[in-house]
DNA sequence: TAGAATGTTACAGG
DNA sequence: CCCTGTAACATTCT
């Protein structure tokens, strides 16, 4: 369910729950999803600590003692789930049981949620890393036919951004989410460049106060446009909403649109 | 109650 | 082969 700003929040929280926890027992409920066999899994996680929960794009990794890495990709509808003593939490994929009766369980009804052991590093930028440069982000765009917002929710092209975070850069940078990649002006793309990394720290603060314990919580409240409760923008303009590749898109007509 | 849901990918068509 | 757009995945909630 979740994107950047989300499972940044999500990471250090889990981190402050489970750090230096030694991982007891690893429970495999959905098999099918793991990259590697179940042994091999459990081989090589059981009775190691947990060091260090990161964000890598839309995905946490989990850090383990003897140097090996689960990631984990919650998909749409994946969730971590606290799991108390005797208790059973519906759509398990996977279970981790700590020492001392600590468990979370990463959940999906869809059973989509994915563990990748030891996930191979991207050569995509992500969207809050070192190298998403103005000068990648420029050459990107001069390249693409596709509707902007179809280029920012693209994890091939730039890792983190989904259908929320996309309507909300798009709506501060007041470009339409309509417009062609190539036909943006290349003022227009530095502005978008700039709002990219203002729209997400400013949210990534904002759920640091709002959700300092939760690796789940879904948090609408700091939302400008994204936000089917909302009528109007900030500004006071009408949010009109419409698909885009099948998604819900929501705009107002204070974002110009370029076409070729 | 039918449709939407903060995602990804296989596949079709150009 | 490259580029782009669409449908499907399974279940819950409104």
Redesign the pocket.
Known sequence: ???L??LEIFAVNLEKRFKNKTLEKLEVIVPKRLNVSETELKEALEGHQLQAVLRE???MQLHFGGGNVLGL?????GEIRLVEKDDQV??RIIEFHFKGDNSFALTD????ATPTLNPEPSEVPDALSKDFTITYLKELLS?????IK?LL????LI?G??????DEILWHTRISPFSI??AIPEKKVKDLYQGIEEVLRKEIMQLTRAIPDSFN????DF?KI???DLKHSPTGHEIK?D??????TYYTDEQVQYNL
């Open positions: 369910m979740p994107e700003p989300d794009g839309k995905t990709h919650l998909m749409l509808h519906k759509f009804f869809q059973k989509m390249k693409k036919k596709i509707q179809t929710m693209d994890q091939h890792r951004i989904g259908n929320t975070y996309a990649a190539k919580a879904e948090v609408k939302l994204h936000n089917p909403i698909k885009i590749g099948g998604r819900k």
